[in-house]
């Protein structure tokens, strides 16, 4: 098992910035990909950013590109959503998840493990 717990949600202003961290316990030899979504009230939930584990490689949505960065710090077993240039679009539910298979895919069913979400939410 691996729990996830996120932090660092809040309010900000468009054009601003806020850093998500994710912190991991549990079983943590298992996961081979970490990653972070988001759902938006009414909306799916879809990615943000994913890495391998190792650091190997990052992967992000393409609404995000040039404004997010991913990263993680293996010591402290923390994955951080680095938010920069917030538009109000952003708004939305942030969630860490974890997967134990591989790191190519933004569907929720390759994910096996989730954090219960921290709240973005961006003004105009």
């Known amino acids: 098992q691996v729990q996830l717990l996120e932090s660092g949600g809040g309010s900000v202003q468009a054009g601003g910035s806020l850093r998500l961290s994710c912190v991991a316990s549990?079983?943590?030899?298992?996961?081979?990909?970490m990653a972070w979504f988001r759902q938006a009230p009414g909306a799916e939930r879809e990615g943000v950013a994913r890495v391998n584990v190792d650091g190997s490689s990052t992967y992000y949505a393409y609404y995000v590109e040039g404004r997010f960065t991913i990263s993680r710090d293996s010591a402290k077993k923390v994955v951080y959503l680095q938010m920069n240039g917030l538009k109000p679009e952003d708004t939305a539910m942030y969630y860490c998840?974890?997967?134990?298979?591989?790191?190519?895919?933004?569907?929720?069913?390759?994910?096996?493990?989730w954090g219960q979400g921290t709240q973005v939410t961006v003004s105009s």
């Open positions: 549990g079983n943590l030899s298992s996961r081979k990909c």
């Open positions: 998840a974890a997967s134990i298979l591989w790191c190519g895919s933004w569907a929720e069913s390759a994910y096996d493990y």
